[in-house]
């Protein structure tokens, strides 16, 4: 059973810096893509960044490439969303996701469709 555990998100202030972790099981973590998305309040759910754990390549999207970064711990078996000059339109539930073939690389991003296991998100709400 693939499990991911979100844990980071809180209420912060305006510019401040923020770190989601992601975090799961040994099998579910070698050789597999990870994401991380957001959805806010009427809004659809967003790519963000994703980054295959094999080779440590990493993707961002470009609407937060200069704020947002993505990296992984593999001794913890662990994918990191650091956010920086966090805005209040950053607020939102965010979402670590994988792929349910190691090996493969990351799919066509920032689309949901290759990632088949989510993680139950992280509120992370940003006031002016």
């Known amino acids: 059973q693939v499990q991911l555990v979100e844990s980071g998100g809180g209420s912060v202030q305006s510019g401040s810096t923020r770190t989601l972790t992601c975090t799961t099981s040994?099998?579910?973590?070698?050789?597999?893509?990870f994401g991380w998305f957001r959805q806010a309040p009427g809004k659809e759910r967003e790519g963000l960044a994703h980054i295959y754990t094999a080779d440590g390549s990493t993707h961002v999207v470009d609407s937060v490439k200069d704020r947002f970064t993505i990296s992984q711990d593999t001794a913890v078996r662990t994918v990191y969303l650091q956010m920086s000059r966090l805005k209040p339109e950053d607020t939102a539930m965010y979402y670590c996701?994988?792929?349910?073939?190691?090996?493969?690389?990351?799919?066509?991003?920032?689309?949901?469709?290759?990632?088949?296991?989510w993680g139950q998100g992280t509120q992370v709400t940003v006031s002016s």
């Open positions: 040994a099998d579910t973590y070698n050789r597999n893509c």
């Open positions: 996701a994988t792929t349910p073939s190691p090996g493969v690389g990351c799919p066509p991003f920032p689309a949901e469709s290759g990632f088949a296991f």
